[in-house]
Structure formats: structure tokens, C-alpha cells
């Protein structure tokens, strides 16, 4: 009698080969592979069976199965040697995501094994008998092989038939199909283009590798606030979660808990450190994490921040009392506001020019750049960006419901995001009720401990509003994901028809999401059209087209995320304005004294001007911790650098790096005094906005809105933009070795005002034009 190792077929004909196998079920040889489909509404079975009976002592049979059925209890794929079918057998079985090792013996069904099945791990199952023994082994690639089991040799295997195929017990919609490839014969590899392929795919991966193993790692250095205040442990630094005293400082063991797990990266120390009530800490491991695209989480790094004693710091902290005071008046009225004498924008910028001149914005201080941001185009038009306000012109729809951009919908293909938002009631409607965390005891020290106030916000449900003031700009970056206002951002600029962004012009002829007004960038090789780059028979999609945007959106969000999270709790720990706020409290409040510069102490203590007597007409004397926009006060992690500016300053790269940002945004709008409406913005640089600029101003408004809310310093803006940057450059640069379109490249303008372009792996500046 034949041994078992003798029959072999590698199904390469197509056909069935009737002197070795009888079929049955449905069955179909093609692609040079066997396909078993189960078909019918009962029990049924499906596969191959020897047309003999062969020998498998000292022999062996090999089969790859290239896929199962789909793991339903019932659904079964299986390969056996049996001298009576179901009563006397040996085999493998896949049913419900597990791979058995059986035998059968007397009709009594035994399982020696179980293991997960791993199709990468199990493409290959052999029955091999030596010496009275039985194996049951698989492989991933058919020469290394792994025993499952073992076992004396069950039932006697000198006359067993070969069976393989696939079975289920009961009618299951979409099981998808078994499928057979060597049956005793050596792997032939891939064709050879797909072989070609698999290995020029991994030469890509191993020159993005390359790119990112050139790039030097950045020390990592702190302003050493840590053991600056030897006296007084840990009071410079964030603690807001862990275990305090009776004034608000952290305590020292349970800080050193931190820095524990934060030295030894241990996932068990994470979970022993001490918190002062129920509030988690928010992913201190997220900085810890490796990426298999763009820079690594640590590649890059922030200056120190400023530190805690530091004249900056104080003037920064004046900077966000200022922006609690104004947090209601609305930016169409800052022209106005800010001629007024006696006014909290005219109190603000004098106190900016004067008492506090190292805030870190632009000096001297106008109504027009008051807590703006510093980069190239954020004090060009309106405060707000026009990415936060505008919808798109669509001519086909009715009247205040997206005909018109002032009417705020996004078009998102067929449906449309209404940039109005659902925001918070302000402090003329409801009082000091509208800040939080302005009662030392009752609120500001159980919140420091890790008491969970999230929810308690008062909402404005009198209608949704445009973003008018600094607290409906709060409100919107208190619920967001960061990345979302980029995309409205994208769908925007991929939706609106040419024209000038104003419906009823006569310039508007363009179809929407058809004949786009704003054009993608000069590299991209399928658009602009009438470009020398642009194809003459092809559209993008999937590559420099919307599909791409989209992902790579996503993608360096979750990159600078884990980057600026591992400079938060890996390098800076730099403590939360509202625990700074409770340093200047306690001192003024002859609690305790700290080393902060006497600046921020004068101007509060001032009964005459300063923030002295705005701040006690607004909230009585005896408090001055610093007024917050959300109930829970800041997140549960360090301030510095922050979250949305980093994800915002590498997200704006993106869509720099996508659309042509030197493209005009015409008919620019503001918001009207109580945001039910967009009207037009009149402003002398009404014809200056450009795509570019207003991006750039999204990133800043989004970033400086934390501010606003009093969760974030403006040093976490200033710094956190340009790391963003940096990620996003470093992931197109990977990028940019993958693809098959000849000549294309990104380019954009980066914060610091120059251009570079990106290509084939490079990044090269580009000469002013």
C-alpha cells in the first residue's frame, strides 16, 4: 500500500483530478487552489476525499489552508485520516475561532489540543506517524514546524483514507468560503509579481525606518521647578489628581508615586500611584508608546517651560485673568470695547502693555491682536477663523439652510455639520456661577484632590450659537476631539464650488464638490487642473485625493498626540494655571507664601486698578483663584505642552500641505453680538485672508480658546504649534517614499514663515519667490 506522503496535489490544473480524489458538496478548483462553498439549507459538507486508502506509519500528510470558514460554532473546516469515518479517525478541526487536535476512537470524539487560531501562525497542518507515535504539528511556512500534540498511535493508521474540507451543522448567512492550496507538495512562493511586491513593500518600510532612525533624539530637559523650591516640594509642578495638603500643595509621597512609575516605566507602578480622590490620571503612558510611522513619540522635544519663580510665568497667569474677565464680550464689539475708558478690554490691554509685558504675545498690545496668537495670519481679519464659522455656498438648497456660506453648514457629502454650537450661559445671564473653582474650600481643594465635577456646566439651550466671545470658544474646545475642527476644516475646502464663497454672485457658476474653488497644492499631481502637474486622465483619491487627506488627518493626530503626551508627563510635569492660581490665593490670602514673581500679586491686590478692582467687582474680595470656563477646572494631566495645540499644529500642516494656501477666502464674516447670525467683517484687511492664514489662525484659535477657559498658558500655544509641525512634516516625509505618481510633493509655509517642500524623502526649503 502507497505511503501518505505520496499523494500530493498542488491544484495548479484547475481540475479535479478523479484518480486521486472524490469530491463532494461544492467544490470548484480555480486560481490553482481549491474553493469549498457550502450550499443548501441543511447540514452539509463540503471537500475532498482519497480515492484509496493509503499508509501513513513512518509517513505523513501535509496540507496549506489558506482560509476557514467563518468562526460560527457549527461552521467547521477539517482535515483527517480515518479507517471509519467519524468512528475511527485522527485529525484537525477549525470551529468557532479555535484549532483542535483530535482523535475519534470507537465513536468517542477526544480533544488533545486547543489552541486560538492564528492563520499566519497555522497556514500549514500535518498528520505525521513515527515509531508507534502520532503528531499533530503546523508551520507558517511549511519547513519549521510546531507539535500541538502527540500521542501513542490512537487507531491503527496503516489503511486510512485522506479527507479535507469544510461542514456546518446549520444554515449560517456568509460563511465565505474554505480554501486549499499544497496538499503534500512544497510551497511553490508567490507569483512573481506579487513577490516583487512583498519585497518592495518592505523595502519601503525599511527606508521609512532609515528616514527615522537618521533623525537625531532630542535631549529632553526640564526647568528643574522639581528641586528648585527645596523648601517647599513640588509646588512649581502639576499635581491636580494626586494627594494634597490642607492648602492646596501636593503631597510628597504621593507626587513621588508619580515620578516612580514615570522613572521605572513599570505598567505595575502606574497602577500604584496614590491619587487624592476618584479622578484618574489622564494616560501618563501614552508618551511611552512607539509609532511604525513618522517620528517617535520622544523624537523631538520643548524648551523648558518658564519656571514657576520666573517674571513670564506671572505675566502669563495676568494674561489668563484677563481673559476670564473678558470672557463675554463679544469679538465685534472689541474695536469699540477696547476705545472705552474704563472698559475690561482698554483695563486689559493697559495692564498687558505695562504690568505684565512678558505675557508672551505681540507688544504693544491692540485691540486688534488682544489675545491672538503670534503666527502668520492669526491677527489678519476677524479673531475667530473663518474654518469656524462659514459653511458652503450650494445654489441647489434652500434659503438659510446652506445656500448661503453665512448660513454655517459644512457640507459633508450628503448630510452637513451646522458650525453653530450648543454653548454655556455667560457670566451677565447667571452670575460667578458661569466661572468655577472661585471657592477655595468648597470647591478649588476637593477638585485639586481628584473630585470629579465633569457635567456641570450650564448649558444656553435658547438656541445654537456662532462663536461670538472667548467663552463660546471655551465651550467648543471643552467637548471636541481636536481633530474634528479639521475636518469640517477639509470638507469645507473639498466642497465649495467656484465663486467667491458668496451665493448670488455672478462668478458662482462652479457645481458644488465639482468645480472646487479652493485648489490643491501645487504638487499634487492630479490637480490643480490647467497645473503642468495635472493628469490628463486620471482624479485623486485614495492618493492626493480625499481619502488620503482624511487618513493622514487622523494619523498625525494620534502622533503628536503621544508626542506632546510623553513632554507632559515624561519631561515637563509643568503644574496647571488653576494650581497656580491657588499658590497666588494662598499668599494673598496670608495662607502661605511662594517664590512667584510679586507682578501677578500686585496687580490682584490692587484696590484702585490692576486686575485688583475689575476682578473683586466681579467676584467679591477674599478670592483669587483664577476664574474657570469648565466645572472640573483643568484636564487631569500636565499643562505643558498642550494636547490641542500639538494636535492642532499638526493637523493645520496637513491641510497646508494638501491646499494651495496662497488662495484668497473672500467675503470674510464674524459672528453678531449674541452668535445667532454671520455677518460680513468690514475690516481694512478684509481682501488679506488667504487659506494659509486662516488655517493657521484655526490652529491658534484652538489652542487659545484652552486658554480662555483657564486650562492652558500661552507659552503651551506658542511651543506646542511648532511640535506639532514637526510631527506632521516628519510623517510626510515617510510618506512621500510610497508613492507611485511621478514628481509629486507637498509644500507649505511653516509657522516660522518659511516654505519648505517634500518629496521622494527629502524636505527642502524653497526660495522666496
Same mark, same amino acid.
Given at each position: ?88 479517525? /485522527? ?14 476512537? &470507537? ?84 507569483? +512573481? +509579481? $506579487? ?8 523595502? /519601503? ?47 510628597? %509621597? ?18 500604584? !500611584? ?37 517674571? #513670564? ?46 505675557? *508672551? ?40 439652510? *446652506? ?26 445671564? !447667571?452670575? =460667578? ?24 456646566? #450650564? ?17 467648543? %474646545? ?36 465639482? @468645480? ?47 508626542? $506632546? ?43 484702585? &486698578? ?43 500642516? !496637513?491641510?497646508?500641505?494638501?491646499? @494651495? ?18 455677518? =460680513? ?74 516654505? !519648505?517642500?517634500?518629496? @521622494? ?9
Amino acid at each position: 500500500m502507497a505511503k501518505a506522503h505520496t499523494l500530493s496535489d498542488n491544484f495548479n490544473d484547475n481540475s479535479t483530478d478523479t484518480s486521486k480524489w472524490l469530491p463532494f458538496g461544492t467544490y470548484r478548483e480555480v486560481n490553482q487552489r481549491l474553493e469549498l462553498r457550502l450550499e443548501g439549507s441543511s447540514k452539509t459538507a463540503s471537500g475532498y476525499t482519497s480515492n484509496v486508502a493509503y499508509d501513513l506509519t513512518d509517513s505523513s500528510f501535509t496540507l496549506e489552508v489558506l482560509q476557514t470558514l467563518r468562526p460560527v460554532l457549527g461552521a467547521r473546516t477539517f482535515f483527517r485520516a480515518f479507517v471509519t469515518e467519524e468512528v475511527n479517525e /485522527v485529525g484537525f478541526l477549525v470551529e468557532n475561532g479555535i484549532l483542535y487536535c483530535g482523535q475519534t476512537v &470507537g465513536g468517542t470524539r477526544t480533544a488533545l489540543a486547543s489552541v486560538p487560531y492564528e492563520p499566519a501562525r497555522h497556514l500549514w497542518w500535518r498528520l505525521r506517524e513515527n515509531s508507534g507515535t502520532t503528531y499533530w504539528e503546523t508551520s507558517g511556512d511549511g519547513k519549521s514546524w510546531s507539535v500541538l500534540a502527540s500521542k501513542a498511535d490512537p487507531i491503527s493508521l496503516t489503511a486510512v483514507k485522506l479527507s479535507f474540507g469544510a461542514g456546518r451543522d446549520l444554515q449560517f448567512p456568509s460563511l465565505g468560503l474554505a480554501i486549499f492550496d499544497s496538499a503534500n507538495t512544497p510551497d511553490a512562493g508567490l507569483p +512573481r +509579481r $506579487v513577490e516583487e511586491r512583498r519585497l518592495s513593500a518592505q523595502r /519601503v518600510r525599511e527606508q521609512a525606518a532609515e528616514l527615522a532612525a537618521a533623525r537625531p533624539h532630542a535631549a529632553h530637559v526640564n526647568n528643574n521647578d522639581e528641586v528648585n523650591y527645596p523648601g517647599q516640594s513640588f509646588v512649581g509642578n502639576y499635581s491636580k489628581g494626586l494627594r494634597h495638603d490642607s492648602v492646596g500643595d501636593p503631597e510628597p %509621597v504621593s507626587y513621588g508615586s508619580l515620578l516612580r512609575a514615570l522613572e521605572s516605566r513599570d505598567p505595575g507602578d502606574f497602577e500604584e !500611584i496614590l491619587l487624592g480622590g476618584a479622578k484618574k490620571l489622564t494616560n501618563p503612558q501614552a508618551g511611552l508608546a512607539f509609532d511604525l510611522e513618522a517620528p517617535d513619540a520622544q523624537a523631538f522635544t520643548l524648551p523648558p517651560a518658564p519656571r514657576f519663580d520666573s517674571e #513670564q510665568a506671572a505675566d502669563e497667569l495676568g494674561e489668563l485673568y484677563w481673559m476670564a474677565l473678558a470672557r463675554d464680550v463679544p469679538f465685534i464689539q472689541y474695536a469699540t470695547e477696547a476705545g472705552t475708558s474704563g472698559s475690561i478690554l482698554q483695563r486689559a490691554i493697559d495692564s498687558l502693555n505695562n504690568e505684565f509685558p512678558s505675557f *508672551g504675545g505681540t507688544r504693544t498690545v491692540t485691540a486688534q491682536n488682544l489675545f491672538r496668537g503670534i503666527y502668520p495670519g492669526e491677527q489678519v481679519g476677524p479673531y475667530v477663523s473663518q474654518f469656524l464659522l462659514k459653511g458652503n455656498v450650494d445654489p441647489r438648497k434652500p434659503a438659510g439652510q *446652506g445656500r448661503d456660506a453665512t448660513d454655517g453648514y459644512i457640507t459633508y457629502g450628503s448630510q452637513v455639520i451646522d458650525q453653530r454650537q450648543w454653548t454655556v450661559k455667560g457670566f451677565p445671564e !447667571i452670575g =460667578a456661577a458661569a466661572d468655577y473653582l472661585t471657592r477655595f474650600t468648597e470647591d478649588w481643594l476637593p477638585v485639586q484632590n481628584g473630585r470629579d465635577d465633569r457635567g456641570k456646566d #450650564q448649558l444656553d439651550l435658547t438656541q445654537r450659537r456662532f462663536i461670538r466671545n472667548l467663552r463660546d470658544g471655551a465651550n467648543y %474646545v471643552h467637548f471636541d476631539q481636536v481633530v474634528n475642527a479639521f475636518y469640517n476644516a477639509a470638507f469645507l475646502l473639498m466642497s465649495e464650488p467656484t465663486g467667491d464663497q458668496k451665493q448670488g454672485s455672478t462668478a458662482g457658476t462652479g457645481r458644488p464638490m465639482v @468645480d472646487l474653488e479652493f485648489p490643491y497644492n501645487p504638487g499634487n499631481p492630479y490637480d490643480p487642473p490647467g497645473t503642468a502637474g495635472d493628469s490628463r486622465t486620471q482624479v485623486g483619491f485614495a492618493t492626493f485625493g480625499p481619502i488620503h487627506l482624511l487618513q493622514t488627518l487622523i494619523e498625525v493626530a494620534g502622533r503628536a498626540g503621544r508626542a $506632546v503626551w510623553w513632554q507632559k508627563w515624561g519631561v515637563h510635569r509643568r503644574l496647571r494655571p488653576e494650581e497656580f492660581g491657588g499658590r497666588v490665593d494662598n499668599t494673598l490670602n496670608n495662607r502661605r507664601s511662594y517664590p512667584f514673581s510679586a507682578g501677578i500679586r500686585n496687580s490682584l491686590g490692587n484696590t484702585t &486698578g490692576g486686575l485688583g478692582l475689575p476682578f473683586r467687582a466681579r467676584y467679591g474680595s477674599g478670592t483669587y483663584l483664577l476664574p474657570q470656563a469648565y466645572p472640573e477646572g483643568a484636564p487631569t494631566h500636565p499643562a505643558y505642552g498642550a494636547g490641542h495645540a500639538t494636535i492642532s499644529g499638526a493637523c493645520v500642516t !496637513i491641510l497646508k500641505a494638501f491646499f @494651495d494656501e496662497k488662495t484668497p477666502v473672500e467675503n470674510p464674516v464674524v459672528s453678531n453680538a449674541d452668535g445667532t447670525a454671520l455677518v =460680513a467683517y468690514a475690516g481694512a484687511d478684509a481682501s488679506q485672508l488667504t487659506v494659509g492664514g486662516e488655517l493657521n489662525k484655526l490652529a491658534g484659535n484652538l489652542a487659545l480658546f484652552r486658554n480662555a477657559a483657564g486650562v492652558h498658558w500661552r507659552s503651551d500655544y506658542t511651543e506646542s504649534l511648532p511640535l506639532g509641525e514637526k510631527i506632521a512634516i516628519g510623517l510626510l516625509q515617510e510618506m512621500s517614499r510610497t508613492f507611485n505618481e511621478d514628481d509629486a510633493f507637498f509644500q507649505l509655509t511653516k509657522f516660522d514663515g518659511t516654505t !519648505i517642500r517634500i518629496f @521622494d524623502g527629502c524636505v527642502e526649503p524653497v526660495p522666496a519667490s
